[in-house]
């Protein structure tokens, strides 16, 4: 699997971008794709080269906006050891400080504040899971919970991100009053980055979770924020649909890189079903009752069991499991009717 880091460094290449960029103007409007054609400008080949194969190739860019210096893998040299990247030609040093375990670095691009690394890293084969934890995300107090309905156990994770939302949205509001709009943005920044690392780690819990338990992980399929009930309980303690979808994604790269089978499933009722019996029950707050069967249980736990226990929406399984008919049977609550251990934390 190919990631890319960001990587910021402190080199100045106004010169490099800009000869990168009149050597794609002139691709661009001479139609070449021959490197002698270019070598006038003085970039160097490598570099050059890899402008001509883009826009030399290309019919459907007409202008040059953001121009980067794309780094081929051969120009590249890393070190691992000391955790540093070079580019000979360019006479480039940069430390990094992302995962150490990558197998070769594929290309980096450079722009005036950062290096985007592309790096390869091997996946894990696929596990075949024995059980499905399902993830309930943005729920009212947590990130995620989630919860195996076959040990009744639920981990709540990204408790700090309420306050982290309501620290910065009260610091940018004074901002704004005062009219310090550049503080505003460096503010916003400082606040992605935290959000970020947060997702991160929330992201890595819940692969590690799936693998201590041999699962796989069953996510609702929400897209964004829409306007129905369900999305709007889901919202209405928020993190920026920006994070939510941050975190799904780290959750679906860092599956696949562990092995770890991932799915969706429909997220209607999944608050408001009982994970015992699949009645409706009643939600109050945190608290979730079935009037059918007697259950009470933490509301968000309830929900991640009703997840972990969905069909996944077909053609969007991603992996391959043979264990979706398992955990469709409530049985698996059998001899285990208590309240779910972690329901209470
Ligand atoms: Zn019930």
Redesign the pocket.
């Known amino acids: 699997m190919i990631l890319t880091f960001k990587v910021k460094h402190n080199r100045d290449f106004s010169l490099e971008l800009r000869k990168a960029k009149q050597i794609a103007e002139f691709v661009l409007t001479h139609k070449t794709r021959s490197s002698k054609d270019v070598k006038q400008f003085g970039l160097k080949s490598a570099i050059a080269n890899q402008i001509l194969r883009k826009y030399g190739n290309n019919r459907t860019i007409k202008n040059v906006n953001r121009i980067k210096l794309t780094v081929p893998s051969q120009s590249i040299q890393s070190d691992k050891e000391r955790r540093v990247i070079e580019i000979p030609c360019l006479n480039f040093k940069v430390q990094y400080c992302f995962r150490n375990d990558y197998e070769k670095v594929n290309q980096i691009e450079l722009d005036n504040e950062y290096a985007y690394v592309s790096v390869n890293v091997k996946e894990e084969p696929q596990i075949v899971p024995k059980v499905w934890i399902g993830v309930d995300r943005n729920t009212t107090g947590h990130v995620a919970v989630v919860g195996n309905p076959t040990t009744g156990k639920v981990w709540k994770l990204g408790k700090e991100a309420l306050h982290i939302h309501t620290k910065y949205k009260s610091i940018r509001k004074d901002l704004q009053k005062k009219g310090k709009l550049r503080l505003v943005k460096r503010i916003k920044n400082r606040e992605s980055r935290i959000v970020r690392d947060l997702n991160h780690k929330i992201a890595k819990e819940i692969v590690e979770i799936a693998k201590r338990n041999e699962a796989g992980i069953k996510l609702e399929q929400l897209e964004g924020i829409r306007n129905n009930r369900k999305h709007t309980r889901k919202f209405n303690y928020s993190l920026h649909s920006w994070s939510f979808n941050q975190l799904q994604l780290f959750i679906e790269y860092k599956a696949k890189l562990c092995g770890i089978p991932l799915t969706y499933v429909e997220p209607k009722n999944t608050s408001k079903e009982?994970s015992?019996?699949?009645?409706i029950?009643i939600r109050d707050s945190k608290k979730f009752v079935?009037q059918?069967?007697?259950?009470v249980d933490h509301a968000d736990a309830n929900a991640s069991f009703n997840i972990a226990l969905r069909q996944p929406i077909s053609g969007l399984r991603i992996g391959r499991s043979n264990a979706g008919q398992l955990n469709t049977d409530r049985d698996v609550f059998k001899g285990n009717t208590d309240t779910p251990k972690g329901a209470t934390l």
Do not use: A, T
């Open positions: 009982c015992r019996c699949g009645d029950g079935c059918s069967c007697g259950h």
